[in-house]
Every structure is written in C-alpha cells, then in structure tokens.
Antibody
C-alpha cells in the first residue's frame, strides 16, 4: 500500500523548534518530488515547501523562508521539515504529499494524514 | 506569486444537483490546474489534474475544464459523499498556490 506517515508534531513555545518527519512506503520514494502543505485551524491549504528527487531543487513559501528547512533521505525513504523560530501563525496540521506527474503535469497524488503543530505559550 | 480566486466560497446544493465551481488565476497557467477535495479532519485528495484529467478511481461525475486563467470543476449529479471542501491549485510556477476553497454543503 502506498503510504505517507507524518510524525513529530506537538506543542511548542513561540521561538522554539520542531522537526517533522514523513515516512514513505509502498512506492519508490527516490523517484518522486515531495512537498509539505499545511492547514491552519479552520483555514485553507497552504503549500509550504518542495524538494526534488535528488534534493537539488528546493523551494519555500515566503512565510517560512529562512526559518524552515526541508530535507530528504532516499535511502531511508524519509522526508523531514526542520522548523525554527516558530510563530503562532505556524500553528497548523502539516501534511507531506507526494508529487505525482503525467506528461509534465504535476499534482499531489498521495497525502499523509497529517501531524498537528501548535505554537503557543 | 500567482493568485487563485475560487467562487463561490460556499455553496448549498441537494443530492442529484449539478454543481459548478470556478477558479480564476491572476496570470495564464496553461492547463497546470489541479482540483482537490477534502472532508473535515481528513487529508485532501486529488480529483482532477492538468485541468481536465480525471485521477484514477475518481467517479466520472467529476469533470474539469478550462485553460489559461479560467477553470471549472463540475459535479454532474451530487452524491452524499461529495459534500466537502474543494480546492484548486496551480502547478505552473512556485509557489504552487491553492485557491481559498469552496465549501459544498447539503441544502
């Protein structure tokens, strides 16, 4: 079964750090670009970060640039998101999502169930 | 960044109704437009990619159309499981922005 499982969420104080992980199984992880997407309580989806297959291309949303770092380990089938200098507005459910593709069209075709990050004192 | 505008923000409809949701982008994205749906407390799922291609396993009552800056998601005959929130997303350029969502509710 193709599966993504996030972990590492929790309660953290403003200014603190947290590291999220996403474990992939059931597919060739090293063949897919990956993303993190978040959803604040009661709000819509916000793309956070992208990493290419070889980690050679990385993008961040302006809202997290300089504070978050995405990385992957293809040997371990894992995707990480290091989050530093956390703010209240980072409170959200964080999803990792596989980037499927067909004929150069890309879309997020597999999602994890999400892990909740709460930034509060 | 490419801005995405979905309309309506919410919609009430009945089982069996035909429903249309629109998504407009601030610049042309050719056909790099995806549609997702999300049930409360669940992860999103892709319905349509490349503006009109139906994801495997998605019922044929869902269809997508459009190119450039104007796109449409149509549900031909609403089923009870279709009441959810729908999002468009562009994959033309980073950041891969999402629309604000359209909440489809039972009338």
């Amino acid at each position: 079964e193709v599966q993504l499982v996030e972990s590492g969420g929790g309660l953290v104080q403003p200014g603190g750090s947290l590291r999220l992980s996403c474990a992939a199984s059931g597919f060739s992880f090293s063949s897919y670009n990956m993303n993190w997407v978040r959803q604040a309580p009661g709000k819509g989806l916000e793309w956070v970060s992208y990493i290419s297959i070889s980690s050679s291309t990385i993008f961040y949303a302006d809202s997290v640039k300089g504070r978050f770092t995405i990385s992957r380990d293809n040997a371990k089938n894992s995707l990480d998101l290091q989050m530093n200098s956390l703010k209240g507005e980072d409170t959200a459910v964080y999803y990792c999502a596989r980037e499927g593709y067909e004929n150069y069209y890309y879309y997020m075709d597999v999602w994890g169930k999400g892990t909740t990050v709460t930034v509060s004192s | 960044d490419i801005q995405m505008t979905q309309s309506p923000s919410s919609l009430s409809a009945s089982v069996g109704d035909r429903v249309t949701i629109t998504c407009r982008t601030s610049q042309s994205i050719n056909s790099y437009l995806n549609w997702y749906y999300q049930k409360p407390g669940k992860a999103p799922k892709v319905l349509i990619y490349a503006a009109f291609s139906l994801q495997s396993g998605v019922p044929s009552r869902f269809s997508g159309s459009g190119s450039g800056t104007d796109f449409t998601l149509t549900i031909s005959s609403l089923q009870p499981e279709d009441f959810a929130t729908y999002y468009c997303q562009q994959s033309y350029s980073t950041p891969h922005t999402f629309g604000q969502g359209t909440k489809l509710e039972i009338k």
